[in-house]
Nanobody
Framework: QVHLVESGGGLVQPGGSLRLSCAASGSRVSINVMGWYRQAPGKQRELVATRSSGGSTKYADSVKGRFTISRDNAENTAYLQMSSLKPEDTAVYYC????????????????WGQGTLVTVSE
């Protein structure tokens, strides 16, 4: 079991910046991918950004150039630096972790944090 705890959400003005953190604990397993998803009211949860333990990244088109995901592999901690925030960025942001095993079989385990609310408004 991997326990994910997000922090850093809050109220920010349009054009402002915010940094989210996600700390993984509760398991000694290696986390292959950590990422961020978000869900706005009435909308589906969508991918924001992911980063593998090897450093490869993936971003949603809507946040490219504005958001940056980073990761401390040793601490299994992920960060999301958000800049030039827009009202449409308002959502609950969830941390995600994927653990891939090959012994005794090839399995994927996905974990979610409780979410942290980001509100972009005057």
């Amino acid at each position: 079991q991997v326990h994910l705890v997000e922090s850093g959400g809050g109220l920010v003005q349009p054009g402002g910046s915010l940094r989210l953190s996600c700390a993984a604990s509760g398991s000694r397993v290696s986390i292959n991918v950590m990422g961020w998803y978000r869900q706005a009211p009435g909308k589906q949860r969508e991918l924001v950004a992911t980063r593998s333990s090897g450093g490869s990244t993936k971003y949603a088109d809507s946040v490219k150039g504005r958001f940056t995901i980073s990761r401390d592999n040793a601490e299994n901690t992920a960060y999301l630096q958000m800049s030039s925030l827009k009202p449409e960025d308002t959502a609950v942001y969830y941390c995600n972790a994927v653990v891939v095993t090959s012994t005794p079989g090839f399995l994927q385990f996905q974990y979610w944090g409780q979410g942290t609310l980001v509100t972009v408004s005057e």
